[in-house]
């Protein structure tokens, strides 16, 4: 489900150890999926997204110290989860507790990737605003639930970096070569992060759109039938990379695939000045939410 047909979509191929790493995958958190389902009604009011709320204390902490944040760019700090629903509007306060309800599972360290407590979640909850805030300034088509897929577009890694860890002398070996790291994986180890992140979504029975945004996070080109919605996730993706530049650390920005700002219909003028804002918005996420 979710991913296009003869392209590895149903994980036979993968070595039965990480096979055995996804069937066992927690489901996503309570929490998560109430607040999910509320996001798809047409309707929703801040007593529902409450209610859900109250029985989640901790839940509840999350949310405001994520509203709180700079990077939500509130003029006034919010004490109550009303009064963050009054300045935020309901929707937007939705979507930021659908991603605290995320940081249990995205808020430790990432081995194989070298990712630090929180890391994960951090870029994600970025990538997930920018996707939002592009959508809407460029007022692109089928870009309802963006916000999703580009929260949860790494979710693999969680599965994968232990393997990575195992193989890591091998895959730097390739992708010293020029080679991107997710091709390295899959040379490596059958498979990648972007594929075991959709396999995830598949098994928590998220829509093929979802899903497929995820699949192809890094290669929305080889998609056979592309949606805006993936391009949208891989371009919000590269931009809120750490430093906003490549992998060799020199500052540079990562060149975007031509193809996707294309369909995009986005100058590379545009892409470097959003790439610039978004290392703002990161920073003020950063500086605001401290992790153990």
């Known amino acids: 489900m979710g991913i296009p047909e003869g392209q590895n979509a149903l994980g036979n191929d993968l070595p039965d150890e990480i096979m055995m790493k996804v069937k066992s995958f927690p489901s996503m958190p309570r929490s998560g999926i109430k607040l999910r389902a509320l996001l798809a009604k047409e309707d929703v009011s801040a007593d529902e997204i409450e209610e859900i709320l109250r029985h989640d204390p901790g839940l509840a902490t999350n949310v405001l110290r994520l509203a709180n ?11 109550t989860l009303k009064h963050a629903v009054m300045l935020l509007g309901v929707k937007r306060f939705a979507q930021i507790a659908v991603s605290a309800s995320m940081s249990k599972s995205m808020d430790k360290a990432v081995e194989g990737y070298d990712l630090s407590p929180g890391e994960l979640w951090l870029h994600s909850i970025a990538v997930s605003n920018t996707a939002e805030a592009l959508a809407i300034e460029r007022k692109l088509a089928e870009t309802d639930d963006v916000f999703t897929p580009a929260l949860l577009h790494d979710m693999g890694k969680l599965i994968l970096g232990q393997f990575v860890k195992k193989e890591q002398q091998n895959i730097k070996r390739i992708t010293a070569q020029g080679m991107p790291l997710d091709l390295a994986e899959h040379m490596v180890l059958g498979t990648d992060h972007a594929e075991i992140g959709a396999m995830i979504l598949a098994r928590w029975s998220f829509p093929d759109d979802i899903v497929n945004a995820v699949r192809w996070h890094h290669t929305p080109e080889r998609i056979n039938n592309a949606t805006t919605k993936s ?5 919000s993706n590269i931009v809120c990379q750490p430093d906003v530049t490549g992998d060799s650390g020199d500052g540079q920005l990562i060149s ?3 193809i996707v700002l294309n369909r995009l219909d986005i100058k590379l003028e545009e892409y470097e000045t959003l790439a610039g804002k978004t290392h703002n918005w990161m920073k003020n996420l950063s500086d605001t939410l401290v992790f153990d």
């Open 256 to 258: 975007p695939s031509s």
């Open 231 to 235: 391009d949208i996730v891989y371009l």
């Open 69 to 79: 944040s700079a990077y939500f760019g509130l003029r006034k700090k919010v004490g």
